[in-house]
């Protein structure tokens, strides 16, 4: 498969499943199951309370690299390699995870600041498996890291939605 077809594969696809998990919420008025939903609707424009220092790009850049970025989009390629853990970041923006080499088993955790204003994981999950070319809708994420726990090397796309999504 070609590069560019990937690209925009990856964008098309991300496109119709925000645009059907927006239409299907809008359309029946009742809550979505976990599987279908953003896992946080509060807008990450007023309530986002974290430094741009956290940001994905920035405080880990060795597993988020920038595919494609305009003032409505950015996708990321995210790496992560075999027995190695992601620096704390966060994601600020809705967007659709789409998993094309599972990094499994992997911990997800989820951070906060102490008194001391350091970070310490305050919740952690283990996911023994993941679903490959399916995308995964995910509200925006506060302070968050994954340990690959397999051996492994892991590979997803990220299409981040800078601004709401209306079709």
Known sequence: MKYGQLIIGLIVGGFLGYGLFYYFSKSDGQSQSPKTAFTDSTSSEVNWT?????????????????????????????????????????????????ITKPAVPCRIYQYKLDKNKKFVASDSVTVPHMDTNIGYPNGPESPTGIKNLGRDNGIAYRVEFKKEFKP
């Open 50 to 98: 974290w430094p741009d220092s956290l940001d994905a790009v920035k405080a880990a850049p060795e597993n988020h690299k920038i595919v494609f970025e305009d003032s409505t989009v950015r996708i990321l390629q995210v790496l992560l390699n075999g027995q190695k853990e992601e620096p704390i970041h966060t994601h600020r923006w809705k967007s659709i995870m789409w």
